[in-house]
């Protein structure tokens, strides 16, 4: 830093000064605009670097009145919502737009994290797994765009979620190949996809005549433990259950084996994600996958045609991702049950 | 929204006007700073909320000229930086600062996580768990006061990490108390602590004139099943094996009882942070607690006073905080060995 600008940061005018050009020039070369010539542009970024100017995406914002942020909102404790924020950081990768992050948590609700949002003035908010009403929503952000990732949610907003009536499907139709007659869903009411996912399973058993069994646990292992242990004290394990998620599932796993059960012989477990840990401990399990790359590459073109107000009135608001059952090694034939 | 302030966003001067006062007393109100009564207020309060006012943190800091906002960088796949993260929200609630968060992962590096923070202009940075040196650090940041959280870092930096030296101490006891003569730690080079436990763990074991195994995994599953894969196959697994962490302990046990051995019987097996997975597979895990609240509240007390500016010449620039041993079920008797 020279003595010039010691106690205060070095400003654009600074840098011009140093190099020898207009402000304006130097405004020119870092926002990589037409202007300048490939020579000046180097003198003006080795003046920078001399006298330590960083360029101030705050200050850049502020003057453009049009903000370059994208704002996130994301659970601290849900693997899969880091996946998720590790594929929006690499869609964006190279692009001109920043990630302002606010996290949810048992100590920090979801509305609050919004709330943060809209105060750093963000252009844009990406909601992971919002549990939200689109009013709640509207009340908070006002005209910001929003899109939310695996919840749909009503106009005006976008949203893109995994295929998760699918997925369940699939799940049923494996069960019942199997042999299983008695199935469970434990399920995590209030969470973004729980609707959906026991809408899918309560259609899919009646449609073979079927009864659905749905039982309240939630999206983490205490929640399955809780349950599985319920189910064994009062003796009505199903025969198979579907975990609201993976973690839910390793949750039932460990309770069972830890009560002197063996999975799959008595009893089969499905999770919900493929997330890392469903290869990493006792068995592998069966699960379904959601397909992250792609709800965060659709999340991260939505927002940024968002926030360059694209018209997008002829595409669709809200699109589904494929998902995929992947058999692994908690799922077999019942105890008592035979192949048909 | 009124008609007068439709399509750009309230201003705190169109609160003025709606209110009826001047646009300093509404600033004033929004200071929470003395100068108005509470009717007043109050007024002010209605008018904001009636066109949509909300105030706008980026101009604030701009105005003030000097940051509000504490950079956080963290690492997406580490639970316990998540824990981290919980504990310094709770820390600062209710405080008028804000947190901006700069992910670190497999696809973005600690330096481009470092950097974004200082183009938001935070006013102070925590780095949790960095494998960046001083030098590094400075070059980034330059006169913006940083806080690192489970690294020693030189001056002029803060730093607060977990006494692994003393944990470490007390995981040899435990097994030497049982009767183990052959024991190996499975660190993870380069990481934060990797040289503190390094150095600890040969230390503890020259004294009693034993021979330290160190070999190289990571702070994740995987590197911990690799290099149980490895000891298994060349026929050298040790009775007792400290992982890095966690994660990295409980892919040994992972790999070992697939491969048909048995935990503790034919190896114990010792963790590091005792995280949520800690109690929630297989077996409970023996670990060294790390006190995550402790560490959380000294980094965002620290942050607050360089904020401010505070002279902090008496204090220390470091510490370090207790860690505990907490033995569980994976830790016995070696199965050639004798109780001493």
């Known amino acids: 830093m020279t003595g010039k600008t010691r106690g205060r940061r070095p400003t654009m005018r600074d840098v011009a000064e140093e190099a020898g050009v207009s402000p304006a020039l130097v405004s020119i070369v870092f926002r990589d605009a037409p202007g300048a010539s490939e020579q000046t542009r180097e003198r003006v970024r080795k003046a920078a670097k001399k006298i330590g100017y960083v360029l101030d995406e705050r200050a850049r914002l502020l003057r453009s009145h049009k903000s370059l942020d994208i704002g996130i909102s994301f659970h601290t404790s849900q693997p899969f919502h880091h996946h998720l924020l590790d594929e929006i950081y690499s869609a964006i990768n ?3 737009y920043g ?14 994290a919004l709330s943060s949002l809209v105060s750093y003035r963000c252009g844009a908010i990406i909601l992971f797994g919002t549990r939200l009403s689109k009013e709640e929503i509207n009340e908070i952000v006002g005209d910001i765009p929003v899109i939310s990732v695996a919840q749909e949610l009503d106009a005006p907003y976008d949203w893109v979620s995994s295929d998760d009536s699918f997925g369940i499907h699939r799940v049923i139709d494996h069960l019942v190949d199997l042999g299983h007659e008695n199935i469970a869903l434990a399920n995590s009411p209030g969470d973004a996809g729980a609707t ?13 005549d079927m009864t659905p069994i749905v039982y309240s646990a939630d999206g983490s292992e205490e929640g399955g433990a809780r349950l599985a242990k319920e189910l064994i004290n009062s003796d009505n394990l199903p025969t198979a259950i579907l975990g609201f998620n993976d973690r839910c599932a390793f949750g039932i796993i460990d309770y069972c084996i830890r009560a002197g059960l063996s999975i799959p ?3 089969s477990v499905v999770g919900f994600d493929n997330s890392e840990v469903s290869q990493r401990f006792y068995v592998n399990l069966t699960t379904v996958a959601q397909d992250t790359k792609r709800l965060a590459r659709f999340a991260a073109e939505r927002a940024i045609q968002r926030l360059k107000s694209i018209n997008l009135e002829s595409q669709e608001r809200g699109i589904l991702v494929p998902t995929e059952l992947i058999v692994r090694e908690t799922t077999a034939v019942p105890r008592s049950g035979n192949r048909p």
């Open 94 to 96: 190279g692009l001109d």
């Open 265 to 267: 012989r008595d009893l």
């Open 196 to 208: 959906t996912r026991e809408h899918a399973f309560v259609s899919a058993l009646k449609d073979r």
């Open 99 to 112: 990630l302002v992050l606010s996290p949810k948590s048992t100590v920090r609700d979801e509305k609050t």
